[in-house]
C-alpha cells in the first residue's frame, strides 16, 4: 500500500512537472494583476478588457488584433481551484442590458483565464503553427497592495507616520482625541483597544470619502469573515518610554505583526508574488476634484504603491519571488470620457507627474513602467458649446443619481487641466486647501445603453494601448 501510494504520488508530480514545462514553452501563461484605489472602475475595466479581447473589433492599438494574427479567444477555467471566478457574465450583462448599470465592486480577491490562439510574426509565421497563450487576471483590491508597505514598517514606525498625517486632517480629530487620551504603558482591556480600533476604522472610511487615497490597513476595510478578529483589531498609538509586557502598546504591537503575518503575507505569497505584468487603475480627476490634500495624498500613495514592487527592499518578498520580478508596471487614470480628448494628454501627464519622483529613486530592474489615460466604457460623447461668446469643449452623458439610477442627459464641462502638471503638484505641496485659479468639478454618468454589432466590443479610449502595453510583446 505505500509502495503504491508512493508511486502514484511520483507519477503526479512528474504530470505536474510536465504540465509546467509544456505550458512555459508551448502555451504560455502571462499573469496580469489588475487592481485600482477607490472607485477606479476596476470591475468595468476587466470587463471590458475581456470583452474586447473577445471581440476584438475595437482593438485596432493591440498589434496582433490589427494584423489579425488573433484567431479566436475562449474562457477557461482558471487554474487555482480555491479562488473565486470573476463574474464576467453578469458584470457584462449588466453594462450591456436593456437599462444599462455599473456592476457591483468586488471586495475580494478574484481570478479569469481568457486563452487566445495566435499566429506568430516576422520569420516564424512560416515555421511554426499558431499557439496558445493563456492570460490570467488577477483581480484584487487596491487597498491589498497599500499593506504591502506594512510589511517593511514596524508597529512604532507605522504608528508615529499615521499619527503625523492624521494630526494634518480635520476629519481624523475624534480619533486624535482618544488616542492622546490614552496611556500606551498602562495595561490593556479589550473594550479600550476595541474603542481605538473602531474609531480608527471610522476615520479610514471618512478618509475615503473624502477622495484620500492612502487608506491602510485596507483590510480594515473589508474585512469580509475576519471582522472582529484580534488580528483587525489595533491602532496607532504614541509610544511610550518604557512599555511593559502587559502594557496596551506591546498588544498592539503583537496584533499589528499578527495583521502582517496572517493577514497580508499569505495574500502576497499565494497571489501577488506570480504575477508577471501590473496595472494600478487610479481615478486621478477624483483627486483633483476633491483638491490639493487629495492630490498630495495620491503622490504619496503612488511612491508607496512603487514601491511595493521592488522585491530586494524586503527581504520577506525576495524570498517568495525566487527570481521573479514584476516585468510592466501601468498605471492608468481611468474616466478619462470625463473629458474632452483635447485634455487627455493632460491628464496622462498628470498621471506621469505623480509617479515621477518614486520611479527616479526606485530601481526596478528593468521592471518597465509607463501611464495611459483611459475610459474602460465610454459612457459620452463630446461637443462644443458656445459660451460666453466662445467655443466650450464639452461631455454629454446620462447623469448617475445619488441612487445609482439613471437621471437626466446632461452636458458638461470639468475645468480645464493646466499644460504642466506641476502647478497642481506644487499648489497640492504648498498646503493650499483649494484651487486657487481653476474650479474643478466632476459629474457621474452612468453607462450608455449599447448596442453592439458582431465582432466589437464595449466602446473605450484607449483600452487597446493598455492591451498592448500589458501583452503585446507576448503575442
Known sequence: MAISTLADSLARSVERAAGTVSETFFEPVIRIGVTGLARAGKTVFITSLVANLLERGRMPGLVAAREGRIMGAFLQPQPDDTVPRFAIESHLSALTGPTPHWPASTSAISELR?????????????????RTVHIDIVDYPGEWLLDLTLMAKTYAEWSAETLASQRRRDIAAPYIAIADATDTAAPWDEPQIKTLADTFT?????????????????????????AGSPALTFAPV?????PGRRSLWREMERRFDAYKSQVVAPFFRDHFSRIDRQIVLVDALEAIHSGPPAVTDLQDTMTEILSAFRPGRNAFLTRWLMGRRVEK??????????????????????????TAEARARADFSGAQTASLALASLRATVEETREHQGAPLDCVRGTLLQPDGSRGKEAAFHPGTLPESPTSLIA???QGHEAWLDEDYRLMKFAPAALQLKPGMGPPHIRLDRAAQFLIGDRL
Open 202 to 226: 471610522t476615520y479610514l472610511h471618512q478618509a475615503r470619502q473624502t477622495g484620500l487615497s492612502g487608506v491602510a490597513p485596507g483590510r480594515f476595510l473589508m474585512p469580509g469573515d475576519m
Open 238 to 242: 504614541a509610544s511610550p518610554d518604557r
Open 427 to 429: 499648489a497640492a505641496r
Open 114 to 130: 481568457l486563452s487566445l490562439r495566435v499566429r506568430p510574426a516576422g520569420l516564424l509565421a512560416g515555421v511554426t503553427g499558431a
Open 329 to 354: 508596471i501601468l498605471f492608468a487614470a481611468t474616466k478619462a470620457d470625463h473629458l474632452h480628448h483635447t485634455q487627455h494628454a493632460r491628464l496622462t501627464a498628470f498621471m506621469e507627474a505623480l
